[in-house]
């Protein structure tokens, strides 16, 4: 068994965590390979930051077990799990100057003086804090917060880097430069990271898988785009993208030999639809991307049908607009020069094989 | 966008008020005859609050010929400091005539252990139960809580029966052993309630960093407490200066506090009843307690706001 976790740096068996009479995780498995970034996607209280404080040592699980670079670290203290965390309020201790901050944890392991200096040196080039070491945390941006914050985990050396939505106090253009901060980073450290957060661009843009959680379940560990493109269920494709993905409720009917989607007037071949098993007809949701729809643009597609627009809302970049598919909500997504007016009759056409069809009781991909 | 430019250049639209002055820049302030009252209430009130003061002042700095004409507003014709002099050296309880100073140091002697024994063992209790959960700590927790309601007169008598048994009644270390009991349930609360407040984030952040129990305790949540720990002095200094029942009952003859020995002084019945003594021996007695009112200022405030639910 204990074999089998070379290659693993984190792996997660049968894992489950109580609190009284709540389930809060429910038998969950993870692998995590070395110098893999995972990110922990999901609402909240689906139990991603639960998991990673789990893994951190933080809380006692209630069944299950926790290896660490092929270690059983379940009953371990978490400095000797090889980790470091970041915190989502940065967390660092307020009257400690930064250099004291970066320096705490390696004070307490007893680090001969010249180590801790060296490590504290490289991590500050490292994360571009270096005129920051003598100032309180009170006298830092967010922005520095988190880079310090950062810097603590660094100079631990470990194996396993922790965050815990690292970047949901900032706000967006400071987030999106830490994002990239945090993605050069791993490639340049190559440790394994695992990270919790509830912003699916900060997913899509920093995973090299996702696991997208809910009510203390995997729903679906893969790639981003993978998940983006083939969600193997409706939860999954509601909560990824943004706009989200536009459901459209019908039946699935067999007609001579194919596949289609019924909905009141509307018929969609499926032709072209990659079913994950053996189709039965039945009451069926069928689902779309907003940016997979093209409107007014000829009648080429496997698919094309006539709407009026009901709403445009421009975005800058591109513009969604809104109208009715079987007196259901839909929405397009065009390139702010296409912007068609309100209550304008416009065509739209797609490919059923960029969609993704769901059941209607269960919402599992069928 | 060009609406706001046209009301900008349109000034004499604006809507004017009593004095015809259109609404521009900061709002001109009122003084209104109701604010007028209650200035006028507060000055009255506070006269009427410190004429017991001035009374205690003036009596103190008279000589006792003065004070039997009975003048009880006039100030002083002979101001002395004889009266004073006498309160803190020479005054009579009973047979001896020491004066108040060696209350004074009993009672430094009893407050100044008992405020830092109950301080760091109240902020030890507030840190494991806010973040050691145990088993039973929300039980316990809600026991020290009961304790702050408990009357002190139930408790007195077990209490003396106790600390007779081990020997430590009218001793010392007993009234500090008190002191400290009782100061524990309000202080247990006001650190519990503080560490509380504090994002849970930084305890966990300092586990990660390898910190156990008292490492964190030391090196991150003490360094904190700066402010809270300021408010619990104020509250035990002043709580337990003032204390009268337990300095008579638990600290035996020889360690009675100063307010123990004020009250012997101003009850004695022989002799002449010395009223600019008394006076002066009072004033010196509250000195402790009102020069950190004074000195304390805000942070007082937060005490009395946490101290609240003692009443």
Request: net charge neutral.
């Amino acid at each position: 068994m204990d074999m089998a976790q070379n290659g693993t740096s984190v792996s997660i068996q049968d894992l489950s965590l109580n609190f009284g009479a709540v389930s809060v995780l429910k038998t969950l498995n993870l692998d995590v390979a070395q110098g893999e970034f995972v990110v922990l996607l999901g609402p909240s209280g689906c139990g991603k930051s639960t998991l990673l404080n789990c893994v951190a040592g933080l809380l006692d699980i209630s069944e299950g077990r926790i290896f660490i670079k092929g270690k059983n670290v379940t009953w371990e203290e978490p400095k000797d799990r090889g980790i470091g965390m970041v915190f989502q309020s940065y967390a660092l201790y307020p009257q400690m100057t930064v250099e004291k901050n970066l320096s705490f944890g390696l004070r307490v392991a007893g680090l001969p003086r010249d180590e801790i200096v060296k490590r504290i040196a490289r991590a500050a080039e490292i994360l571009q804090i270096e005129p920051l070491l003598q100032r309180k945390p009170s006298a830092l941006s967010g922005g520095q917060r988190q880079r310090v914050a950062i810097g603590r985990a660094l100079v631990r050396d470990v194996d396993v880097f922790l965050f815990d939505e690292p970047l949901s106090n900032l706000d967006a253009k400071l987030r999106s430069e830490l994002r990239v901060e945090i993605k050069l980073l791993h490639r340049k450290l190559q440790n394994t990271m695992i990270y919790v957060t509830h912003d699916q661009i900060e997913a899509m843009t920093l995973a090299d898988r996702i696991a997208v959680m809910k009510g203390g379940v995997i729903q679906q560990l893969d790639a981003p785009q993978t998940i983006y493109n083939r969600p193997v269920n409706r939860f999954v494709a509601g909560f990824l993208g943004s706009p989200a993905m536009n459901f459209v409720e019908g039946r699935l009917e067999k007609h001579g030999d194919g596949w289609s989607f019924v909905a009141e007037d509307l018929k969609i071949p499926l032709g072209t639809y990659q079913f994950d098993g053996q189709p039965e007809a039945g009451p069926a949701v069928f689902g779309i991307r907003p940016e997979h729809v093209s409107l007014n643009s000829g009648t080429g597609w496997p698919f094309s049908t006539s709407a009026n627009v009901e709403v445009v809302e421009p975005m800058g970049s591109d513009t969604l607009v809104w109208l009715k598919l079987a007196q259901q909500k839909f929405s397009v997504r065009v390139t702010s020069e296409r912007t068609p007016q309100n209550d304008e009759a416009v065509t739209l056409g797609f490919d059923p094989m960029r969609a993704s069809l769901f059941d209607a009781e269960t919402g599992g991909r069928i | 966008m060009t609406a706001a430019q046209i009301t900008a250049i349109q000034p004499v639209q604006d809507a004017q008020d009593q004095t015809g002055v259109a609404p521009f820049g900061p709002k001109p302030r009122h003084v209104s005859p109701g604010r007028i009252g209650i200035y006028v209430f507060l000055v009255i009130a506070a006269l009427f609050f410190l004429i017991p003061v001035y009374i205690m002042i003036v009596t103190s700095l008279k000589g006792m010929p003065e004070i039997r004409l009975g003048h009880l507003f006039s100030l002083p014709a002979e101001p002395t400091f004889q009266p004073w002099a006498d309160a803190w050296l020479h005054a009579c309880t009973g047979r001896d005539c020491n004066g108040l100073s060696p209350g004074f140091y009993n009672s430094l002697k009893i407050t100044v252990p008992s405020v830092i024994i109950s301080i760091i063992c109240a902020s030890i209790n507030g840190y494991a139960l806010t973040f050691w959960p145990y088993k039973g700590a929300n039980l316990l927790f809600g026991l020290l809580v009961f304790g702050a309601f408990v009357p002190y007169q139930v408790v007195i008598y077990p209490l003396i029966i106790g600390l007779s048994s081990v020997g430590l009644f009218a001793t010392l270390p007993g009234i500090i052993i008190v002191h400290t009991i009782f100061g524990m349930p309000i202080l247990t609360l006001l650190f519990r309630n503080f560490y509380a407040a504090l994002p849970v984030e930084l305890f966990k952040a300092a586990r990660v960093d390898g910190a156990g129990f008292w490492r964190i305790f030391f090196s991150i949540m003490l360094p904190m407490s700066v402010p809270i720990t300021v408010v619990a002095i104020i509250l035990q200094v002043t709580g337990i200066w003032n204390d009268f029942l337990f300095g008579i009952v638990f600290a035996g003859r020889s360690n009675w506090p100063m307010t123990v020995q004020l009250n012997n002084i101003v009850n004695t019945t022989t002799g002449v009843r010395e009223y600019n003594v008394n006076m002066a021996a009072t004033i010196l007695t509250a000195a402790v307690p009102l020069i950190i009112y004074f000195v304390s200022g805000r942070w007082f405030v937060r005490g009395i706001a946490a101290g609240a639910v003692k009443g």
